[in-house]
C-alpha cells in the first residue's frame, strides 16, 4: 500500500506528463494567444474565447463563468468523472500505472456503498434480461417486443429484459445476499411485502454515461393491464441515480466513438424507447432526456458530447409545447440546434413503421431553425383563408420574430410574414418595432422594479474589509502570474485575513523554494478549495498597462500593510492592558505605538516590517 506521499508524487509526474494543453484540444479547438491558448469555453454558453489554457502553469481558466483547474479537473469535468476515475483515464492514456493510495475512511464508505447499489442495479438487468429468455415464460413479451421490431440484437445491445411476477425480484437479490434495505434504496422493491416496483413490465435499464445501470424505465405489454393509467414507470431519484443529470444514449454514443464512429450531430427524443426504435432503423446518433421537462443539468452533459443538436420530440400538442420550451434552451446554451418537425402528431417509432428510416433521414434533413419552426407553428394555428385568421397569424409572428437580434434575418422573415399574412412589408415591420419598443420598456421596467427591491433591502457592507478582500487578491494574482515587480520574500503572511489567500501565499513562499517554483496548475490538488481558487483567479478582470498594474499592486500592498499594522495596534494595546509586569507593558506599549506609527506613514519601505 502506496503512502500518501508517493500518490502526491503520482499526481505531479502525471500533470507533467498530461500536457494539458494536449488534453485540452482533444475536446476543444485552441489558438494560441501570446505564450498561452485560448478557445470558447465548454463549459457555458459563448461565443467570443474567454477561457484561457496556461501550458506552462498547467492549468485552464475562464474568464467567462470562472471556471478553472487543472488537466486532471478538466477532464473530469467534461467527462462527469470522479476525481479519481479522472486520474484512471488520464493514466491509462499515458501509460502510467497507478498506485495503490491509503483511502479516507469515510471516502471509502461512500465509494463502497455506491459500489453495492450499482452491484444492484446490475444484477437486477441480469435478473430481468435472464427472464426475457426464458423460453415459455418470456414469450409473450418477446412477442411484444418483436411487434416493435426489437431483434435478439436490440435486446442484447439495450439488455431489455422482463418482470414476470411481482416477487421474484425481492427473492433473487436476497439469495444473492443482497439486504432488504439497499434493495429498497435502488427503489426496486416497495411496501412490506417487497413488492417488485417494475411488476409485469418490460425493462429498460438506464445506463449513465459511463455504462452502468443506474436507474429502469418500464413498459406495460400484457394484454390484461392495457387499461393502466400508468403505461410508463420510472426509477425514482436516489443515490446513484440522479434524473436531472441523466441523458439516457450517452454510453452508448462513447461505444460507438470508441469504434471511430462520430457522427456531426445527435438528435434528441422524448424518451428511451424512442433512441430503442431509431436504433432499430439502424439511426444510432440518439440521445433522450428523462421525459420532457430537459433541464440545464442535461444541457450541459448534452453540450459535452456535442456542438450540433437536432430536436425531435412528438408531433402532437405535447410534443411541440416541449420543444417549444427546450429548443429555446439549447440555443441559448451555445449549440447549434435544429427541429426535425414529424406531420400529422407522429412520434419518431410511427414515422419509422410508415416511411422507414429513409423517411426519417429526410424529416431530419428537413430541420427547421428555431424561428422557422415558431413560424410554423403560426401558419398552422390559423386559418389563413379568413380576415380573423390571418391578423392572428400575424400577431403571433410578431411576437416569434421579436427575439431576432440579425438584420439580415430580420428582412428575411418580415418578408415571409408579409407575403403569408397577404399585408404590406411595411406594416410588418412598423408592428414590429412597435411590439419590441413595448418589450424593451417592459424589461426595463422589471429591471428597475428589481433594483428597487435591492436597493430597500440593501445592507450596509464592511467596505475596508471588501477593499482588502480586492487587495489580497490581485497580489495572488500578481505572484501566480510571476509578473517581475513582486517580491514575495518581502510579502508578510499575517497581511492575509481571507482564509484560502492564506493558504495560497503559505505556499507559494514554500514553491518559490522548490526547483520547480511556483507551478499554478498545482494549487488545485495542493490547496482545498478549487471553488474559492477559481474565484481569486476570476476576481480581477480590469484592463490595465504594466505600469498601471505596478502602481496597483504598491496600492494594495499599502492597503493590506496599514490594515494589518492597526489590528497589530490594537492587540499590542488590548495585551498591554490586560499584563501586571510594568516593563511588559511598556514594551508591548511602544510595539503598539510603531504599528501605529507605520499605519500612518506614506513611505512604502516601512510597510514590509513586522511588529
Not at 424507447?273 to 432526456?289: H, K, R
Not at 511602544?590 to 510597510?607: M, R, T, V
Amino acid at each position: 500500500m502506496a503512502n500518501d506521499s508517493n500518490f502526491e508524487q503520482f499526481i505531479a509526474d502525471l500533470k507533467t506528463r498530461a500536457n494539458i494543453k494536449d488534453v485540452v484540444s482533444s475536446y476543444v479547438q485552441l489558438r494560441r494567444s501570446g505564450q498561452d491558448w485560448v478557445c470558447c469555453c465548454p463549459f457555458h454558453n459563448e461565443k467570443t474565447p474567454s477561457m484561457y489554457v496556461h501550458e506552462n502553469q498547467r492549468y485552464f481558466h475562464c474568464f467567462g463563468c470562472g471556471k478553472g483547474g487543472d488537466v486532471i479537473t478538466f477532464v473530469r469535468d467534461m467527462e462527469s468523472l470522479s476525481y479519481m476515475d479522472a486520474v484512471k483515464k488520464l493514466a491509462d492514456q499515458y501509460h502510467m500505472e497507478m498506485p495503490e493510495i491509503t483511502v479516507n475512511p469515510e471516502a471509502k464508505k461512500e465509494k463502497d456503498r455506491l459500489d453495492l447499489l450499482r452491484g444492484i442495479m446490475l444484477d437486477a438487468n441480469r435478473y430481468y434480461y435472464a427472464n426475457l429468455k426464458k423460453k415459455d415464460e418470456g414469450q409473450l413479451a418477446r412477442d411484444y417486443l418483436a411487434s416493435r421490431g426489437f431483434g435478439d440484437d436490440i435486446i442484447e445491445k439495450y439488455r431489455l429484459g422482463v418482470s414476470l411476477s411481482q416477487d421474484g425480484l425481492q427473492g433473487f437479490l436476497r439469495r444473492k445476499e443482497y439486504k432488504v434495505p439497499d434493495i429498497q434504496a435502488c427503489g426496486l422493491i416497495y411496501g412490506k411485502d417487497n413488492t417488485d416496483s417494475f411488476a409485469n413490465r418490460i425493462i429498460v435499464p438506464i445506463f449513465d454515461a459511463q455504462g452502468n445501470v443506474v436507474a429502469f424505465g418500464g413498459r406495460i405489454y400484457r394484454e390484461e393491464d392495457k387499461d393502466n393509467p400508468a403505461k410508463y414507470k420510472n426509477s425514482n431519484t436516489n443515490e446513484i441515480f440522479e434524473k436531472s443529470n441523466c441523458v439516457y444514449g450517452l454510453n452508448f454514443i462513447k461505444e460507438d466513438r470508441k469504434k471511430g464512429i462520430r457522427p456531426d450531430e445527435l438528435i434528441l427524443v422524448e424518451g428511451y424507447m424512442d433512441v430503442i426504435a431509431l436504433g432499430v432503423a439502424g439511426i444510432t446518433n440518439v440521445i433522450a432526456g428523462m421525459g420532457t421537462a430537459l433541464n440545464e443539468g442535461q444541457i450541459k452533459v448534452i453540450k459535452k458530447n456535442t456542438q450540433k443538436i437536432l430536436v425531435c420530440y412528438d408531433g402532437d400538442e405535447a410534443g411541440r409545447k416541449a420543444t417549444s420550451k427546450n429548443a429555446p434552451m439549447l440555443e441559448a446554451a451555445g449549440l447549434e440546434m435544429k427541429i426535425i418537425s414529424l406531420p400529422n402528431g407522429m412520434d419518431p417509432d410511427e414515422v419509422i413503421k410508415a416511411e422507414g428510416a429513409e423517411g426519417f433521414k429526410k424529416y431530419a434533413s428537413e430541420a427547421l431553425t428555431l424561428i422557422e419552426y415558431r413560424l410554423k407553428l403560426c401558419r398552422e394555428a390559423y386559418n389563413l383563408n379568413t380576415p380573423d385568421g390571418r391578423s392572428r397569424y400575424l400577431k403571433a409572428a410578431i411576437v416569434a420574430l421579436s427575439d431576432l437580434q440579425n438584420k439580415v434575418d430580420i428582412d428575411i422573415y418580415t418578408q415571409e410574414v408579409a407575403k403569408t399574412g397577404k399585408v404590406l412589408l411595411e406594416n410588418v415591420v412598423s408592428e414590429l418595432n412597435k411590439y419590441k419598443r413595448e418589450k424593451i420598456i417592459k424589461a426595463r421596467e422589471q429591471e428597475q422594479a428589481e433594483e428597487d427591491k435591492k436597493k430597500a433591502s440593501y445592507k450596509s457592507v464592511d467596505v475596508i474589509a471588501e477593499k482588502c478582500l480586492k487587495a489580497e487578491r490581485f497580489i495572488i494574482n500578481a505572484i501566480l502570474n510571476h509578473v517581475d515587480f513582486v517580491n514575495l520574500d518581502l510579502i508578510i503572511e499575517d497581511w492575509f485575513v481571507d482564509p484560502t489567500c492564506s493558504l495560497i501565499i503559505e505556499w507559494a513562499k514554500k514553491k518559490a523554494k522548490t526547483p520547480e517554483g511556483i507551478v499554478t496548475g498545482d494549487l488545485y490538488s495542493d490547496i482545498p478549495g478549487p471553488e474559492q481558487i477559481n474565484e481569486i483567479l476570476n476576481s480581477d478582470k480590469e484592463k490595465r498597462t504594466y505600469e498601471q498594474n505596478k502602481s496597483h499592486y504598491q496600492q494594495c500592498i499599502i492597503t493590506l500593510a496599514n490594515q494589518y499594522y492597526l489590528r497589530r495596534n490594537k492587540e499590542l494595546i488590548d495585551e498591554s492592558n490586560k499584563t501586571e509586569d510594568p516593563e511588559e507593558r511598556r514594551r508591548l506599549s511602544e510595539l503598539g505605538f510603531e504599528a501605529g506609527k507605520l499605519a500612518k506613514s506614506s513611505n512604502i519601505d516601512d510597510k514590509f516590517k513586522r511588529i
